[in-house]
């Protein structure tokens, strides 16, 4: 009976501790956040200890399509998502930190593309996304682009290919299937070279670039959220932002 009581609490107090782990959620995301054989890695996954107080064994990460993550975060089964941007149906379910990453959102295309010839020709902004009408895009389910971006998304004839995740998304672009995908540049260039592409087959369209700043989402349903004011004042301290500008 002792041995079994005992049994009782160290399987007890291993629930507890498994419980109060930190579930960090994401797509995959490189090199800001992704899976490297079996382990996160990248820019994010060296920021949060710092950011959250917590070491790095009390954060546990969980890759899904971005969808899903959204989803995780909004019934509460998982703690922080990100990096992401601030939208309103985001709100609904989100807090959010300061800004932690600057990024540039750029519009990639094939350079053998005959129906962006003209366009990249030009190089000129592109100011009039009507230019981009007759191109179809790979959008990533759940994605947020920023306001001009977003907007000209979400107009119901702009042609869209749904697509699971960036690397699938550099495929589909790569094998002409999608003529145009929205990215953060270095997460393109990473997939170029992980996937052995000729980078010089791609091209940003025009000078069709986007800053954007990039924050972490706490589930509204998370224990995290009563940190938030603490965690902004470590982001804060450390001046992220001030080495980032492209």
């Known amino acids: 009976m002792i041995v079994k009581f005992w049994l009782g609490i160290l399987i007890f107090l291993f629930s507890v501790g498994a419980l109060a782990k930190i579930i960090v959620s994401s797509d995959p995301y490189p090199p800001i956040i992704y899976p490297k054989k079996g382990m996160p890695t990248g820019i994010v ?7 959250l107080g917590k070491p790095a064994s009390e954060l546990t990460y969980r890759f899904s399509p971005w969808k899903r993550v959204l989803s995780d975060a909004e019934k509460g089964s998982v703690d922080i ?31 053998d593309n005959p129906k962006v010839k003209e366009l990249i020709k030009r190089n000129q902004p592109i100011k009039d996304f009507r230019e981009l009408g007759d191109l179809t895009f790979g959008q990533i389910l759940g994605y947020a682009f920023g306001e001009d971006f977003g907007a000209f998304f979400n107009k ?10 960036m690397g699938q998304g550099v495929q589909m672009l790569a094998s002409k299937r999608i003529d145009v995908f929205l990215a953060y540049d270095p997460v393109i260039e990473y997939y170029i070279g992980e996937l052995k592409l000729n980078k010089d087959d791609f091209v940003v369209l025009g000078e069709a670039n986007h800053e954007v700043l990039y924050v972490m989402g706490i589930s509204k349903k998370s224990s995290l959220v009563k940190e938030l004011p603490e965690i902004n004042r470590r982001i804060s301290d450390l001046k992220l932002l001030q080495g980032s500008r492209k």
């Open 81 to 111: 998502i990100g990096p992401l941007l601030i939208t309103p149906e985001r709100s609904e379910f989100l807090v959010f930190t300061e800004p932690l990453i600057r990024a540039n959102i750029s519009l990639w295309v094939r350079r």
């Open 156 to 165: 119901p004839e702009v042609r869209k290919v749904e697509v699971v995740d």
């Open 45 to 51: 996954t060296d920021i949060l200890p710092l950011i």
